[in-house]
């Protein structure tokens, strides 16, 4: 792959106003550093970790109380502490840019309503929720889980639970009950928080049957607040109604130790139930002020927008914005209502800075043959932040052609196990068609080859050679950090494997092509393929399954579903009808696959899983896989897949 095209350079007046750029004229203030260009800096964030962590915590100048002993104690991962003997809080940093006659946050649904809502009046709301939760008795490390949308409750909730020391967890309230169930089951919160229904794509969804079930099903829910989204005022059974705001009373900050965990995240549960993710409110802040700034150059007074759902990471990497003084911009409802040009038209509005969303809406978009820069003006728009899946150098073009000209295209890919990007922009360097700009500081990341060692220029495994503050605590509920160090570093001891491919040039810029596990990434979001098989488990008729999405050149994906049927049982529309339908409705819809094929057998190792990733493999014929059968118990099951990939099916 050549270095391709270069589509954007950074201005010297867009240098000199950057984030990375007094930062590293603070370090030679400081420090006496001086660095020739970013790759020589990244060298010395990962050669000096614990000085250049320290640099952070110094350069935001954190609120905190104590000194650390250490700021890094441990011999290798996962057992590692950070700042051991500090205290802070996450939510006091949010409100660290606080203006009472200023605009805190912005909210925009789809039947185009724009909310602008102020600090005074943020406060105001805070506090009353954060009253009820201590009038509830909630303290620290109590959980307090969430389904809600994305819109301004969602992140009152956060900060009110957030300032207590609390532990937030969120699903988005378009997750079957099954699936929510899966999650919250594992933490036992203490309070859950819940909407009466959602809108999308201009329908209704109620939601009340849903939470009465998981009411049920979870004994340790002491109380329900219930948020009336779709009938405002309507009396409500088994839960108090959301606290109307207060007179702003003074917001309680309780700084716990920097390891305290912030929030709950899930894995897509491709082996069982979702692994609970556990993040500390110092390893976040700290992340998400050095990503926030230095590589997505984001300013006081700047709207901050990511189209996400409560149930992206995204949306608690949203909530980053405000450690640095801009304005988050929150959107609810589909992207597509009255047409694509919906979110563009926003932009020009309010307007926005700085634009996030997911690769596949913007592949989607090009294939529309939308070009929001012809409809829209969207001058003041600085940058493009693009992730859940590799962007194929075409929509890159593309956006510069259709978009603008000027902006500064982020690429950025990391994910729910650390809430933040491993790679993603560099203020300080050109973007090349297809590639990511950089590694990012802090981020010891190598491409492994098949022996396990660092490749340059060659599809490897992304592999993580030293520790990040924002890795995970532990997992809820993992005796012995059994699963945790399962999850990561049993392949590569006291290394972290994150489960992509990826090929890093000399320059730096890489570019990643797709998971190297089995987890499903759907429209930008995982899903474990435990999810789907627990449901079609259901269907009557239906022997055994598998299932595999497979990432397109063109940046497509297709994502089949192979079954094998019980005897006299024949595939046809019906059963495809229940299986879609089921789905649909106890996952979501992203759950539903593009095509349903029957085949002879489904193979398993010799342990008894099933192999979607080496099946996947066969039909990315780019990655070259080499099966070994011996390690199949039933290796005459591959024949079918095999044969069927010779013939290109999915082209």
């Not at 570019?511 to 449901?535: C, F, H, M, P, Q």
């Given at each position: ?344 038209k926003l932009s020009e509005v309010l307007p926005i800075h700085h634009f996030g969303t997911s690769a596949p809406y913007l592949t989607a978009l090009m294939k529309s043959g939308l070009k929001p820069g012809d409809r829209f003006d969207l001058r003041l728009l600085r940058s493009i932040g693009s992730t859940g899946a590799p962007l194929p150098p075409e929509v890159f073009d593309w956006i510069y052609a259709a978009i603008s000209p000027s902006v500064w295209l982020c690429s950025m890919s990391g994910g729910t196990d650390v809430c933040t990007a491993f790679v993603g922009g560099c203020p300080e360097k050109p973007v090349y068609s297809g590639r ?216």
């Open positions: 792959m050549g270095q391709g095209k270069i589509l954007w350079q950074p201005t010297e007046a867009f240098l000199a106003s950057s984030h990375l750029y007094k930062y590293r004229t603070w370090l030679k203030d400081k420090y006496d550093l001086e660095f020739h260009g970013y790759e020589d800096l990244w060298q010395w964030s990962i050669d000096q970790v614990a000085t250049f962590w320290q640099s952070i915590w110094e350069y935001f100048e954190v609120l905190h109380n104590g000194h650390p002993n250490q700021i890094i104690q441990g011999e290798r991962m996962p057992s590692i502490e950070w700042f051991h003997g500090t205290r802070l809080n996450y939510a006091e940093h949010l409100f660290r840019f606080e203006d009472p006659e200023k605009t805190a946050l912005i909210f925009s649904h789809e039947n185009g309503k724009i909310i602008n809502i102020s600090w005074d009046e943020l406060r105001r709301k805070v506090s009353a929720f954060q009253e009820k939760l201590i009038e509830l008795g909630v303290g620290p490390g109590d959980r307090v889980a969430a389904i809600l949308p994305n819109i301004p409750e969602a992140m009152i909730a956060f900060m009110a639970v957030n300032g207590l020391g609390a532990v937030w967890s969120c699903c988005s309230p378009d997750f079957g009950a099954d699936t929510i169930y899966d999650r919250f089951s594992q933490i036992r919160p203490k309070i859950l928080i819940a909407v009466d229904g959602y809108w999308y794509n201009k329908k209704e969804f109620e939601r009340i049957e849903q939470i009465r079930w998981l009411q049920s099903k979870i004994d340790s829910i002491q109380q329900t607040i219930i948020l009336n989204y779709l009938h405002p005022g309507k009396t409500i059974e088994n839960g108090i109604i959301w606290p109307e705001a207060g007179e702003g009373k003074k917001i309680i900050f309780n700084r716990v130790p920097f390891s305290h965990p912030i929030w709950v995240l899930y894995s897509s549960g491709t082996t069982g139930k979702p692994k609970a993710i556990t993040h500390s409110h110092g390893g976040v802040l700290l992340e998400h002020l050095k990503y926030m700034a230095l590589h997505n150059d984001v300013h006081p007074g700047e709207n901050f927008f990511w189209f996400s759902t409560t149930g992206w990471m995204m949306w608690n990497f949203l909530q980053a914005s405000l450690l640095v003084g801009a304005k988050p911009v929150l959107y609810d409802g589909s992207p597509a209502i009255p047409d694509m040009g919906v979110l563009w990511i700009q950089c590694r990012a500081l802090g981020c010891a990341m190598q491409a492994y080859d098949e022996s396990g060692h660092p490749v340059i220029g060659v599809l490897g495994e992304m592999v993580i050679e030293k520790p990040m503050p924002s890795m995970p605590v532990f997992f809820w509920n993992d005796p012995g950090n059994a699963r945790y160090t399962a999850s990561y570093f049993e392949e590569y001891p006291g290394k972290w494997r994150h489960g992509d491919f990826i090929k890093i040039f000399e320059d730096g810029s890489l570019v990643i092509e797709g998971r190297s596990d089995a987890t499903l990434n759907r429209k930008g979001i995982r899903i474990g393929t435990a999810e789907i098989y627990n449901v079609i488990d259901e269907i009557e008729g239906v022997k055994d399954s598998l299932i595999i999405n497979i990432e397109k050149s063109n940046g497509d994906d297709i994502m089949p579903l192979f079954i094998t049927l019980r005897e006299g049982v024949r595939l046809d529309d019906k059963i495809k009808e229940e299986i879609n339908l089921a789905l649909r409705s106890k996952c979501s819809p992203r759950h539903v696959p593009d095509l349903i094929l029957e085949c002879p057998d489904i193979p398993y190792t010799l342990s008894g899983k099933k192999m979607e990733v080496p099946v996947k493999r066969i039909f990315m014929k780019n990655l070259n896989a080499k099966i070994e059968t011996g390690a199949i118990r039933n290796p005459e099951a591959m024949q079918y897949f095999s044969d069927l990939a010779a013939t290109n099916p999915f082209d």
